[in-house]
């Protein structure tokens, strides 16, 4: 095999240039058509769930520079945004069921005047008491939003009851805002007979698509979506972005004129989706040679309102819920709660990270309650060989989780550290160290099977430069450059010469959403097809030329060659435009060997699992709960990189989202349903002082994936996300020092009250 030339490499990323000279063009940097009109979502002010008994809109339609003010009676045909259950109304009627509910939208020739007027509504809303949180939702006689589900093996109670050592426990886990910097924004374009442009910051071009031809009451064929690239997506773009697209093509489709509509940052929060917030219960059986005997949890979500992606999420947060380890007896069982808040949504991990903090808080009370090292009980735990079935009857093809967490004990010297640690917390009263090593497993591909589809399409013109498309959309995780450098490869060309272009479903149609880390993967194989249906047909015509054996042909350096002699790959594309021979074609992708059978709950839903592991340290301070992570060390399995620099950039940024899921971003509703957290001033999202000082990444020796993946990669979007579970684990042994033996009850996130109070329940410092 020939040496890679482009795979491999870590290639900056290819807009990173526009990036940080704000030269990209996100949506809102189009520039605008002569007359564009600004939407602007109009909600009631107070009340989260009840009839609308009053909605007095003069004084709205009567403001300067208002347009005209849209009503669900304006919408043509379907009113909903929904991803699949049809229970998401782009614009309420009636009533509404949570704070923030879209119920009109103002349309003005300028966003200020449209944003000033939709304040000037009068809505009344017959009050009903809201349900708000999990808690509310189990008390609450409102049935769950969808049905229960669970995992559960015949001999669970059994297990439990004949284990020597037992733990109980429960916790509370936080939800999260995505905090993509660029805000939902589309700008709709109204095309000849009817027909639309939309650009949309999407993840999810296709859904888009569809959402605005249902509501416009036309064909598929007649809407067009376009996203060059999101100011970041984080899972906030997959469903959620459906309702603005809406808006701005229904004030598009009403007035004739081009559309945009892009949300104020605080409205953003309030009207989209989050992660989902867990409450879960665990209790654990353990044998006298401290493996699990048999573990049962169960794990109770807020949904929000409406179904969105909610059944998905919870079953990858159950999928999850094993973490690395094997369960030989199990009940993992979940409840999707109903609640009158915004509809929660996909967020990097996609419930996966909700489902393995579970998992590790249980290990980490375990061994506090066994006293034993939390380290050695998970290394006990592990998946392997002979114990390798997953409680949805998957069975782990690949174990190098030992390998990594051997390694980073080695290298993070934690053995050590652990030694020195004991030694300082035996010294200092107040300020107290943790260190937790945590290993992470995570589910590549889609749960539902037929979303693991991908297509492309590639031409190459006569002066040998490349077109590239494919139905991935570009959120910053450098998934067009990732697929560029294999279409550069595959023809043996710089990759400067492959032109990556915006996503369009009128380029390849009936696309998956760019979700599930799974964008490569697909994206990459499909294009990667293409290009060797094309390099087929150039390879005949070569062949002729150079009168070699097609077969000895290799396509390296620009140049097609074979025993001493070659052509450029330039003169070889001219060459093949002048025989006319087609150079251009699709390429099609669809996972092989996933299965799932959701009733049953078995099967192999994963193509295979990314792995990684990581060792935090952290400094507390027990008088004001201050948290310092002191260090960090990360070893995570990429396979063989495709752009080691693309894929350490994910691990950090995943790194420190995850950081401030677990330690500083908190969503505070009110009794009310009110979001109170609803501006950066409130919600504590991490910024550069807040990564670690000692933040040493590393990638795992892979010897490549074991699953004929692109190249032997391995997806590294969301399973980054899930490290710093390490951080939140080494606070509870920070905190667990106040007194051998017990269980701090922490939750997360760990903000400074979090961990005031956990060190309250130890009994202070
Ligand atoms: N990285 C950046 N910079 N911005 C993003 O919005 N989204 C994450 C991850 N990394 C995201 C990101 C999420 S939620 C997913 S599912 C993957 O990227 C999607 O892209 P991929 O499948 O190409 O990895
Ligand atoms: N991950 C991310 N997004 C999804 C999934 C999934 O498993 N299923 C549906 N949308
Ligand atoms: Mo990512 S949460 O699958 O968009």
Redesign the pocket.
């Known amino acids: 095999m020939k040496p890679l030339a482009t795979i491999g490499k870590p290639i900056a990323h290819d807009s990173a240039a526009l990036h940080v000279s704000g030269a990209a063009t996100y949506v809102d940097d189009i520039p605008e058509i002569e007359g564009t009109l600004h939407v602007v979502p109009g909600f009631a002010r107070d009340g989260a769930k009840g009839t609308i008994i009053k909605c007095d809109l003069s004084a709205v339609r009567a403001a300067p520079g208002v347009v005209c003010v849209l009503m669900p009676g304006d919408i043509p045909a379907r009113n909903d945004c929904s991803p699949a259950a049809g229970d998401d109304p782009i614009l309420a009627k009636g009533e509404i069921a949570f704070h923030g509910q879209v119920i009109f939208a103002v349309v003005g020739e300028t966003r200020e005047a449209a944003r000033r007027a939709a304040r000037l509504a009068v809505i009344e809303i017959e009050k009903q008491k809201p349900v708000v949180t999990v808690q509310d939702a189990l008390a609450s006689p409102v049935p769950d939003l969808l049905k229960p589900y669970a995992f559960t093996s015949k001999r669970i109670a059994a297990a439990l009851k004949s284990a020597p050592h037992r733990v109980k426990g429960s916790l509370k886990i936080g939800g999260q805002e995505q905090f993509?910097l660029e805000g939902q924004v589309a700008y709709a374009v109204p095309q000849e007979k009817g027909g639309m442009l939309v650009h949309s910051s999407t993840q999810h071009p296709t859904e888009i698509q569809h959402c605005v031809a249902a509501m416009l009451g036309v064909d598929d064929a007649k809407v067009t979506c376009e996203c060059r690239r999101?100011g970041?997506?984080?899972?906030g773009k997959e469903s959620q972005a459906a309702q603005w697209a809406a808006l701005a093509a229904l004030a598009a489709h009403v007035t004739g004129r081009p559309a945009k509509c892009r949300l104020d940052r605080d409205d953003d929060m309030m009207l989209t989706g989050k992660r989902h917030d867990f409450e879960a219960a665990f209790d654990v059986g353990f044998a006298k040679d401290l493996r699990v005997a048999g573990m049962s949890a169960d794990l109770f979500a807020r949904c929000g309102y409406s179904a969105d992606l909610s059944d998905a999420i919870c079953d990858r947060a159950m999928f999850h819920a094993d973490n690395a380890y094997f369960y030989p007896e199990y009940h993992i069982g979940t409840r999707r709660l109903k609640t009158n808040t915004v509809s929660n949504t996909?967020?990097?991990g996609f419930g996966g990270p909700q489902g393995v903090l579970f998992a590790e808080a249980m290990m980490q009370a375990a061994a506090i309650t066994l006293g034993c090292d939390a380290l050695s009980l998970r290394k006990k735990n592990l998946y392997t060989r002979a114990r390798n079935e997953t409680p949805y009857g998957q069975k782990i093809g690949e174990h190098v989780l030992a390998e990594i967490v051997a390694t980073l004990e080695k290298t993070s010297a934690y053995q050590r550290r652990r030694k020195e640690i004991a030694a300082f917390n035996a010294r200092n009263r107040i300020l107290k160290k943790g260190l937790a090593l945590v290993p992470v497993k995570f589910g590549i591909s889609f749960t539902f099977t037929q979303m693991n589809q991908a297509g492309a399409l590639v031409h190459v013109y006569g002066d040998g430069s490349v077109h590239l498309n494919h139905g991935?959309t570009e959120?910053?995780?450098g998934?067009y450059l990732k697929v560029a450098q294999v279409v550069a490869e595959t023809f043996g060309i710089d990759v400067g010469h492959v032109a990556i272009t915006a996503t369009r479903t009128d380029k390849v149609p009936n696309t998956s959403p760019?979700?599930?880390?799974?964008?490569?993967d697909l994206n990459g194989m499909a294009a990667q097809r293409a290009a060797l249906a094309i390099k087929e047909r150039m390879a005949e015509l070569a062949a002729k030329k150079l009168g070699v054996r097609k077969t000895a042909l290799v396509f390296a350096g620009g140049k097609v060659s074979a025993g001493g002699k070659s052509l450029s790959f330039a003169e070889l594309a001219t060459a093949c435009k002048a025989a006319r021979i087609s150079l251009s074609s699709t390429g099609y992708y669809a996972t092989p060997g996933i299965h799932w059978d959701r009733p049953s709950g078995k099967g192999h839903p994963f193509f295979y699992f990314a792995n990684g592991a990581s060792c935090s340290e952290v400094l507390i301070d027990t008088l004001t709960g201050e948290m310092k992570v002191t260090r960090v060390d990360i070893l995570q399995d990429v396979g063989l990189s495709l752009n080691s620099a693309i894929d350490i950039g994910?691990i950090e940024?995943?790194f420190v989202q995850g950081m401030g899921w677990l330690t500083t971003e908190e969503l505070v509703f009110d009794a009310e349903g009110r979001l109170r957290t609803h501006a950066p001033s409130t919600y504590k999202i991490p910024c550069a002082s807040d990564v670690p000082e000692d933040f040493r990444v590393a990638l795992f020796a892979s010897k490549g994936n074991k699953v004929d993946s692109i190249y032997r990669s391995k997806?590294?979007?969301?399973p980054p996300l899930l490290l710093p579970i390490s951080v939140w684990c080494a606070v509870v042994d920070a905190v667990a020092s106040l007194k051998p033996g017990v269980v701090p009850q922490l939750d997360a996130p760990a903000t400074p009250e979090a961990i005031m109070r956990a060190v309250k329940s130890m009994g202070g410092p």
């Open positions: 993509y999101m970041g997506g984080f899972g996909a967020f990097r991935g959120m910053g995780q998934l760019t979700a599930a880390s799974s964008g490569t994910q940024g995943g997806a590294v979007g969301e």
